[in-house]
């Protein structure tokens, strides 16, 4: 590669960077579930169930501790398959289950379960993920697709247990 094409494609990657900025993309989700939130967690907690019933994280591999690298299976409502490679980073029981990990100013993101009992015994999940970074720009991330498919799974997790009480 000649030197002026090595130049362009550096001005090039930098324009990109500096008009993507560091970027970051936040979805929110949430649904009232009628169970306590012991009953919640406990199905969030069990990983290895997630076949069983979760239409977006299909399987997830791993050990269910702080610090457990795991294995996401994603199936996103478009039909695009991904694999994703997260840490447990926090568990707080029957508050909190947060996965992530990546690189902070580059590519980080974290995902969240998080559980609050309502003063007539019911859940409600808020189900959130954050990513940051100046490469989120460049990644496949549409939160249309993504925030659909945790209405998804917060549905799916609402009927399994709804179905059980």
């Not at 550096?10 to 970027?23: P, R």
């Not at 969030?44 to 977006?56: K, M, T």
Request: aromatic share 8%; charged share 25%; hydrophobic share 40%.
């Amino acid at each position: 590669m000649s030197t002026h094409k090595k130049l362009a494609l550096m001005a090039l990657v930098l324009s990109q960077l500096l008009i993507t900025g560091c970027s970051t993309i936040s979805i929110r989700t949430a649904i009232e579930i009628d169970a306590p939130r012991d009953e919640v967690y406990q199905v969030l907690a069990n990983i290895e169930g997630y076949p069983e019933w979760n239409p977006y994280h299909r399987k997830v591999e791993g050990e269910f501790k702080e610090g457990a690298g795991l294995t996401v299976y994603v199936t996103r409502p478009d039909g695009v398959e991904v694999e994703v490679p997260p840490h447990m980073m926090r568990i707080i029981e029957n508050e909190e289950i947060t996965w992530g990990g990546g690189i902070k100013g580059i590519f980080y993101g974290e995902h969240r379960f998080l559980l609050e009992s309502t003063e007539t015994g019911t859940t409600v999940l808020r189900h959130d993920e954050d990513f940051s970074g100046f490469a989120v720009g460049f990644a496949d991330l549409p939160p249309e697709v993504i925030a659909v498919g945790y209405h998804q799974m917060n549905m799916a997790l609402k009927k399994r247990l709804e179905q059980e009480n």
